[in-house]
């Protein structure tokens, strides 16, 4: 098992990309960056709309946004594949070890996972629903509010983690 | 220069920047990026409203996002401060640090522009069309943020590497630019399902010799 992991995290053709092309690493890291902000733009302001904040503005006009911080999420997604499958490019180590032994790496993919599960909350409880019905200047239901401080916080640690994954290395 | 030695040998700073602390320069440098997630996000949604992108939503709510986005400010200037007093002789010899400065000083003075302009210039800003003096400040904010972020990534490289990236980078932003006109393009033209299972566009190209 951790043998064919190990073999599926390793992408020579994409270290052979990083070493033959400068260029790859530092467009993927803005990416990265990019599709950070596009992340925080479309799901943050949903979150904070839950908490109450931006009143004045139907949630459901706000989650019609989301499909952008959907391809925010994606463009990190496809950029960071690119650091791990590629890492042996720029550091010494293999992608196995990196993922078996970076505390932060680890609670950067945890989150992520976490953030996921609340997100399927807020649609597996009904919760998407309520919120969708809700007026411009409707309160949000208690469990929209939960969800929505902890999407914040989850994504707000996927952020802080991510950027002493390369400390670690 | 002097100056500059005696910030980065400051007892503090030093600590900040040889530490292996979690509250010493790594905090900094993950809270810059909070700072900046902060700060652009908001402004983002609310340049998508300006810019026609998102025409249903109303304008005068998105001026509560306005305390979010000051937070942002103040966290990523006082991390990038500090982030810069660590090492300052080698930041200001850096052109690529310089253009981010300049990038990120002309973002805030533009973005001052633009709020003032879409939240306060009239007392209810969705009676009134978005004025083109609001698109103009909101396209140079949005210029400005690219290309300081931009420049904030290449602070770290050097110059071949900058300029090969830069325009790799100004492919991917073409091939942006049009997804985004035809994603606009396609809003402007309503289509409408026959329920047959194809789409009937209800503005049809003219026929040519049609009446």
């Known amino acids: 098992m951790d043998s064919t992991l190990a073999h599926w995290l390793r992408w020579p053709s994409l270290e052979y990309l990083i070493t033959n092309y400068t260029w790859v690493w530092p467009l993927c890291e803005i990416l990265h960056f990019a599709g950070l902000i596009l992340l925080f733009a479309a799901v943050g302001t949903f979150d904070l709309r839950l908490l109450g904040l931006g009143k004045g503005i139907s949630p459901r006009l706000l989650s019609r946004l989301i499909p952008w911080g959907v391809f925010g999420f994606a463009l990190c997604v496809a950029t960071g594949f690119v650091f791990v499958g590629g890492i042996v490019a720029n550091v010494d180590t293999h992608p196995y070890v990196v993922l078996t032994t970076n505390v932060w790496l680890q609670l950067k993919l945890l989150f992520i996972a976490l953030a996921g599960l609340n997100l399927a909350a807020f649609y597996v409880s009904g919760t998407s629903r309520k919120v969708d019905e809700l007026g411009p200047d409707d309160d949000t239901p208690r469990l929209a509010k939960l969800i929505g401080a902890t999407s914040l916080v989850l994504w707000l640690g996927v952020v802080y983690f991510g950027r002493l994954i390369p400390w670690d290395l | ?211």
């Open chain 2, 1 to 211: 220069m002097q100056f500059l030695t005696w910030i980065s040998d400051n007892a503090a700073i030093t600590w900040i920047r040889e530490s292996d602390s979690q509250l010493g320069y790594t905090l900094y440098l993950a809270f810059h990026t909070i700072g900046m997630v902060a700060l652009v996000g908001p402004s983002l949604i609310i340049a998508a409203r300006v810019l026609g992108l998102a025409p249903a939503l109303p304008i005068r709510p998105l001026a509560s996002f306005r305390p979010v986005m000051r937070i942002g400010f103040w966290i990523t200037m006082i991390t990038g401060t500090v982030l810069f007093a660590t090492a300052p002789a080698g930041y200001v010899k850096n052109i690529v640090f310089l253009v981010k400065i300049a990038a990120l000083i002309a973002a805030l003075f533009s973005l001052r522009g633009m709020v003032r302009e879409i939240f306060d210039r009239y007392p209810d800003p969705d009676a009134q069309p978005v004025t083109s003096r609001a698109r103009t400040w909101t396209i140079v904010t949005m210029l400005m943020w690219v290309i300081g972020v931009v420049a904030g990534r290449l602070t770290a490289y050097s110059g071949v590497v900058v300029i090969e990236s830069l325009k790799a980078f100004a492919v991917v932003c073409l091939i942006a630019t049009a997804l985004v006109f035809v994603y606009t393009l396609r809003g402007r033209r309503p289509v409408v399902h026959s329920g047959q299972g194809f789409p009937i566009d209800i503005h049809p190209a003219p026929v040519k010799g049609g009446k």
